[in-house]
Each structure stands twice: as structure tokens, then as C-alpha cells.
């Protein structure tokens, strides 16, 4: 049975969600699912804005076929080639033969490597500053490379003046009845996974998405739909501020984020004395992991948010603990740059990990170490809780100098 959500005189969400996936792009967990959002414009010309994954093939063509009541599919604008908003292209193609298929150059290449059918027959390739007139309203096409692959580009409907996002401006998390943002805890639940989601799959392309928000600036807003999450009307301004401080690498808040793993238990006793001192002097944002347990998507997002990172692990086989060596990748290869470091080291007879995960934080721009690696044999020692007294000083000295 069909499930649309009237969004306008003439626009209709036809989208849907998948509460069974357990790994979004097959590594980033979805315990609240995932949506995959589509929006059918039902002007003058019918105009489909992306398809959906293939897990909603069946709710999403009931949705297209309701909201077009009958009428032919003139247009669908393809806004991002990977598969979660692109898979059912071919078959769309099959249903509606007469439609012509709006995107990049870029994105036609694609549709010929991922689809069969003839897509010359289709495709109308759009460039930056394009416009496609529908009847009442008008698209202007802005290219958006990079956010999340090259071939992306978004639109603004200039009539109604709303920006269809792509994948920016998107969460993980299935659609819950409410399609708004102002229907919702914004701020403290779905700003939450909106991080996660945009620093795991955007956040290495800070450069690009800071072209696209200055390219969005020039437009009047009013409503954002992207291809993944709520829709969004009263937040904006306040979630392109988010997208301004990530994409820019500039911490969103004051805070310490500690990322261990520990083998028999002596690093992390370390970890949590230095965690208890920070609190008594005064430190509020505080957030301990256990990078071999806690997902790496939820720790990455955590370095993004706050200020300063202290990383602790032991020595392995001569080099970094494999799961804390998997964390740094994904920090390095998300290109997280501007924080402050702090490291301890462990190794019960040659520790060597501090100065290896040294070299991997250097290959970020902007990062700086408070102080020097402290190195445990072991377990901690008396001898050396003024040491780790002083690392607990200079974070906080750190923090309260605005440093
Ligand atoms: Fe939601 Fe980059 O695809």
C-alpha cells in the first residue's frame, strides 16, 4: 500500500525507510535504520527527485505511481549516483519509457557503468547554473562535488525557494511518521546522529562542502530537502553553522575526548584517573572510549565535536594496538585537523606505539601536542601521578586560555 506524505500543493514525499540494515555502506551501524528519502513535484511537467535504495523498491514505486495519480514520470533529476538513492533507476526507466533523466556528465558515466540500458536515449545532462522549467515552478542546478561523490549536484526551486540537498544536510535514522525537524528534538537527539552521519561519510571533504555552502548562501532557503533524514525548516541556519564549524575543522565545543584500548587493564586505569582529575578541575564535556569495543563512527564523530583528543594505547608487535591503529585510520583518513593532542603510551618492555601514533596525528594540518607522550610500563606509578597531574593542567589550562 502506498505511503506518501503530502509536502506541499505539488510536492509529495514518496521516500521510505529500512529498519533491517544493520550496517549503512556496509561499515557504519543504523540501530534507529535509515531513510532514503525521494520527493515527487507534481507541476505542469511531473518531476521525481532520486530513487531510493533496493530495499524500498516495492513501497517506493507504490509511492510514485499514488502521487502521480495516473500521469506519466516526465523528469527524474538524478542528484548522486551511489546506489542507497540511484538503484532503481533501470527500473524506473522500464516503468516510465518517456522520462528523461536530469544530471551531470559525471553522473550519466555512472549510469552507463552501473545500468545497461541506452542512457543517450535518456539523460539531459545539466551544468552549473542550469535551470529546468516545470510550469509554475523553476530548478536551478548547483554542482556539488565531492559532497559525497563528484558527479553530485543540488537544486534550488526557485519558486518555492528549497534547496534539494543530495546528501548534505542528511542523518542516519529511519523516518518515525515525523518528516520536519521542528517535530522532533532537534538539538540534543537528532543533531546527534546528523554528526555521525556527516562526519563519517562527508567529513574528509571539508574543502568541498565549504564551496557548496557558499555557493547555498546566495540563495534564500526556506526548506531543505536532503536524500537522507528530516526535512528541514526551522533549523536551518542553525545546521548550516554545524556544516560551517565541520567542514572547516573548527571544534563545535570546548571538551575532551579520551580514546583508549587496554589489554590487562593499565592503560585504561590511567585514562580514568586523568578523566577524574579533568572533572575536578573543573572540566565538564568529557567522553571516554574503548576504541576495541565502541564503534568508530560514534568516536569519530566525538573528535569532531569537541576541542582536545587524548589517545592512549599499548604497544603490539611493535606498533600500535590494532584496534586504536583501525581509529587513527579512520581520523586521518576523515582528515580531522585543528584539535589539541594528548598521548600516553604503554609497553611492558619496549613501548614504541606513542611515537608511531605521534607520526600518524601529524599527517593532520593543525594539530598540536600539549605535552609530551607519557610512557607506562605496565601500570602507572606513584612516581608518575605528578606527570599525569601536569597533562590534567595543561588540558585544562588549554581549555580555559581559549588555547
Ligand atoms: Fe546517500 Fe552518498 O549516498
Avoid at 536532503?226 to 542553525?238: A, V
Wanted: glycine share 6%; hydrophobic share 40%.
Amino acid at each position: 500500500m502506498q505511503n506518501i506524505r503530502k509536502l506541499s500543493d505539488d510536492l509529495y514525499y514518496v521516500g521510505c525507510s529500512d529498519r533491517r540494515l544493520a550496517l549503512f555502506e556496509s561499515a557504519y551501524p543504523v540501530p534507529d535504520g535509515m531513510s532514503y528519502n525521494s520527493y515527487l513535484l507534481n507541476d505542469e511537467k511531473t518531476v521525481l527527485f532520486d530513487t531510493v535504495d533496493k530495499a524500498c523498491a516495492l513501497q517506493f514505486f507504490e509511492n510514485v505511481d499514488a502521487a502521480l495519480d495516473g500521469r506519466n514520470l516526465d523528469y527524474l533529476v538524478v542528484h548522486h549516483m551511489e546506489p542507497d538513492h540511484a538503484a532503481l533507476i533501470s527500473e524506473l526507466v522500464k516503468k516510465y519509457p518517456n522520462v528523461k533523466i536530469v544530471c551531470t556528465a559525471k553522473a550519466k558515466d555512472m549510469i552507463k557503468q552501473f545500468f545497461d540500458f541506452d542512457a543517450d536515449n535518456f539523460v539531459q545532462v545539466v551544468k552549473e547554473g542550469d535551470t529546468l522549467n516545470t510550469g509554475k515552478h523553476e530548478l536551478a542546478f548547483i554542482s556539488a562535488p565531492m559532497v559525497h561523490w563528484p558527479e553530485v549536484m543540488v537544486s534550488y526551486d526557485k519558486t518555492d525557494k528549497t534547496l534539494y540537498s543530495a546528501d548534505a544536510f542528511g542523518s542516519f535514522g529511519a523516518i518515525n511518521g515525523n518528516l520536519y525537524d521542528d517535530e522532533v528534538d532537534f538539538n540534543d537527539g537528532y543533531l546527534s546522529e546528523a554528526r555521525r552521519y556527516y562526519t563519517n561519510i562527508v567529513g574528509k571533504y571539508g574543502t568541498q562542502v565549504q564551496m557548496l555552502l557558499k555557493k547555498v548562501s546566495q540563495f534564500d532557503v526556506k526548506v531543505i530537502y536532503p536524500l537522507h533524514g528530516l526535512i528541514i525548516r526551522k533549523n536551518i541556519s542553525e545546521f548550516i553553522e554545524k556544516y560551517n564549524r565541520w567542514s572547516l575543522y573548527m571544534p563545535e565545543e570546548n571538551g575532551v575526548l579520551i580514546a583508549y584500548s587496554s589489554v590487562y587493564g593499565g592503560t585504561e586505569n590511567v585514562i580514568n584517573i586523568l578523566a577524574s582529575k579533568l572533572a575536578d578541575k573543573g572540566i565538564k564535556n568529557i567522553k571516554v572510549f574503548d576504541v576495541s569495543y565502541s564503534n568508530h563512527s560514534d568516536v569519530l564523530a566525538q573528535a569532531f565535536r569537541y576541542s582536545h583528543i587524548v589517545l592512549a594505547t599499548t604497544t603490539y608487535n611493535m606498533g600500535i594496538f590494532e584496534s586504536m591503529h583501525s581509529f587513527l585510520t579512520s581520523l586521518v583518513s576523515h582528515n580531522l585537523q585543528n584539535r589539541k593532542y594528548v598521548l600516553v603510551e604503554n609497553g611492558s618492555w619496549a613501548p614504541a606505539c606513542g611515537g608511531q601514533m605521534k607520526i600518524e596525528i601529524e599527517k593532520l594540518k593543525g594539530s598540536e601536542f600539549l605535552t609530551d607522550t607519557l610512557c607506562i610500563k605496565s601500570a602507572l606509578k606513584s612516581d608518575q601521578l605528578s606527570d599525569l597531574e601536569n597533562m590534567a593542567d595543561m588540558i585544562v589550562n588549554s581549555i580555559k586560555g581559549g588555547n
